[in-house]
């Protein structure tokens, strides 16, 4: 089945630097990507959609300065928090899909960002 | 506002029992309806899904019944077992995925 890698699993960050979570695709070509936020006991919540060579599009309310998104490659695509605060201490979760429309979609598996 | 509306919250079910998980929508445009499973520090995995000219979907102990008509959907667990608890979201789509809220389900032995 397609495999969604997502890396790192965990990473533990002080507030104000900048954390960049990778999102690949391993065994098929991802024509889009989305990055999700979860908080604990809460459901998914899309932050925003990434295509590849394009920009990404965001979700209302999720700031695109704070949470860059860049899709360089039909495989990989890239989530940095830049300055980031407590409060973005979060589980981030990306999935893609193979192919436009209505398809199933496949996580990764998470990363746990902790902002002291 | 909730695209996909989900209940229970949390379901606990004995061993061997039926769990179910009931989902709604309004959005018409919605043409693909898959079931997560996710463990906890896991990312969701998908379980079975179904589309809507389809009103029932089967596979081993999970079957998904769908409601074109009344914009309902829900998840049925046959047999269920201590391995299933877990974390159940429902989920709708066009292009963006919407998912429900969530339903922790514990089976107990």
């Known amino acids: 089945g397609a495999v969604v890698s997502q890396h790192p699993s965990w990473v533990i960050c002080k507030s104000g630097t900048s954390v960049k979570i990778e999102c690949r695709s391993l065994?098929?070509?991802?024509?889009?990507m989305f990055w999700y936020r979860q908080f604990p006991k809460q459901s998914l919540m899309l932050m925003a959609t990434?295509?590849?060579?394009?920009?990404?599009?965001?979700e209302q309310g999720v700031e695109k300065d704070k949470f860059l998104i860049n899709h360089a490659s039909l495989t990989l695509s890239t989530l940095t928090v830049t300055s980031a605060h407590p409060e973005d201490s979060s589980f981030y979760i990306c999935s893609a899909r193979a192919r436009t429309g209505s398809s199933p979609l496949h996580f990764g598996n998470g990363t746990r960002l902790t902002v002291t | 506002q909730q695209q996909v509306k989900q209940s229970p919250q949390s379901l606990i079910v004995q061993k061997g029992g039926i769990s179910i998980i009931n989902c709604a929508y309004e959005?018409?445009?919605?043409?693909?309806f898959p079931w997560y499973q996710q463990f906890p520090g896991k990312g969701p995995a998908l379980l079975i899904a179904i589309r809507p000219d389809v009103s029932e979907k089967k596979e081993g102990r999970f079957t998904i019944s769908f409601n074109k008509s009344a914009k309902q959907f829900s998840l049925h667990i046959m047999d269920s077992q201590p391995g299933d608890s877990a974390t159940y979201f429902c989920a709708a789509t066009a292009n963006n995925l919407f998912f429900g809220t969530g339903t922790r389900l514990t089976v107990i032995p």
């Open positions: 065994d098929f070509q991802a024509t889009t």
């Open positions: 959005n018409t445009a919605f043409d693909y």
């Open positions: 990434s295509n590849e060579g394009s920009k990404a599009t965001y």
